[in-house]
């Protein structure tokens, strides 16, 4: 074969060997094409199906089960306790001011003196609950009534002293000292953090620990709709918990009566969680209605409104309240701890403290608690209204004033000038001094004059 026939056959294999590598290039483009596209799967995050295609397609982490979350940044569920007592009256009558054993004097300035025996179990909780029955003013005209009760108000120290932070307005003793009382009162709660609910108004505050509480209270008598309404209100502003501070029922009954029972259920029928009672003076049965509680009277607690009580048992609820890893809140345990009012049983030094488990009088309070007590009821017996409420004892000594002049008649003789000097001496005195025996400016403040409750 010549030399041209040679060129010619190389050049043939040539332009074959090019076609042959032409194609296999294109193959392999057309291999390369028909990868996945990110955006049809939907697993995989929206910013790389924009993007462009992962440098490891045979292993894409999205195919990987997720990672568990470190369990605390995982929504965790939270327990939160409320504590409820009943009346705190942390104050005197102007008129006991005089006896040694009244509250003002037996506490002083020593603002932990009446809760010293609870308070830690007040300090381990996240809020607690009293009825402050009575006013906070350095002084004032007290209302016409049988009884008025005022405190200085240097005894918000009470409260906060003893981590009480939120109290009830709505009872019969807030005004006892008139517009100017009340406004006293609410200016030092305001000044000291203590929050407060007055009567047929809501509220609505948070704990430190971040548990958002409303409140709604009403005395002796409740406007079911305004109730329903200012209910649903709190729950549109965060409420959590809704708490009914209700003041009625009858003092000294043990049963509770119809008025009672029908504001209770018409409350938790409108979402209210807690109906806290007050007023009767004595401890009645707590209900579970409706998903809701109603603790219908939690009696007297650190009451400075009686020295000497017939019934010095009381209690200290503490209601746990759950908020689920949801969000949702439910109410949890019910803890009761028996009180006495005081630390000693034969009169009342204002100190409620813890009684002993298992003891008849421990067991007599969860008795009462239950709605299965049988003892006899112990209706207060107040005597006539006074007109006034301190008038009457300046007038006590206007007597002795004509008392002088008795002797006038008794000098008939004008003959013996010295004699008609001589009984006004003796004799003469000692009839005035009967009806103004020291005694009797004291009698109002004397233990057995303050008996009845407030």
Known sequence: MDRKKWIIL???????????????VVVEISRGSRQPTLQSDPTVPSTEAQG???????????????????????????????????????????????????????????????????????????????????????GGTPGIKRFTFRGPTAYVNILTGSSVEAVTLANNHSYDFGEAGYLSTKQVLTDAGVDFVEAN??????????????????????????????????????AEIVILALHCGDEGIYTTNDKQIGYAHAAIDA????????????????EEYSGGIIYYSLGNFSFGGN?????????????????????????????IVPCRLSSV????????????????????????????????????NYGPMPTAPTEPQPTEPQPTQPRPTEPEPTVPEPTQPA????????????????????????????????????
């Open 10 to 24: 190389i050049a043939v294999c040539a332009v074959i060997l090019a076609a042959a590598v032409t194609c296999a």
């Open 52 to 138: 462009t295609l992962p440098s490891r397609p045979t292993e894409p982490p999205v195919t990987q089960p997720p990672e568990t979350l470190p369990p605390e940044t995982l929504p965790q569920e939270q327990r939160y306790t409320l504590t409820f007592v009943g009346d705190c009256t942390l104050g005197t009558m102007p008129d006991w001011m005089s006896y040694e054993g009244c509250f003002n004097n037996v506490v002083g300035d020593n603002y932990d003196y009446p809760f010293q025996n609870v308070a830690e179990l007040f300090r381990d909780d996240d809020c607690t609950f009293a009825n402050l029955e009575g006013v906070f003013a350095n």
């Open 201 to 238: 108004r809501s509220t609505l505050f948070s704990t430190e620990s971040g548990l958002i509480i409303g409140m709604y209270a009403a005395n002796y008598t409740m406007d079911v709709s305004d109730m329903a309404a200012q209910a649903a209100d709190l729950r549109a502003r965060g």
């Open 271 to 286: 979402g209210v969680d807690i109906v806290w009672g007050h007023h009767p003076h004595v401890l009645q049965r707590i």
């Open 307 to 335: 020295h000497n009580p017939r019934d010095k048992d009381t209690a200290i609820l503490r209601q746990e309240i759950i908020r689920r890893a949801d969000g949702t809140v439910e109410l949890g345990v019910l803890t």
């Open 345 to 380: 049983t034969g009169w009342n030094d204002f100190r409620p403290t813890p009684m002993a488990e298992g003891t008849e009088e421990y067991e007599r309070v969860l008795q009462k608690l239950g709605g299965t007590f049988t003892g006899p009821d112990i209706p207060p």
């Open 419 to 454: 004699e008609p000097t001589v009984p006004t001496v003796p004799v003469e005195p000692t009839e005035p001094s009967e009806p103004t025996v020291p005694p009797e400016p004291t009698e109002p403040s004397e233990p057995s004059e303050p008996t009845d409750d407030g």
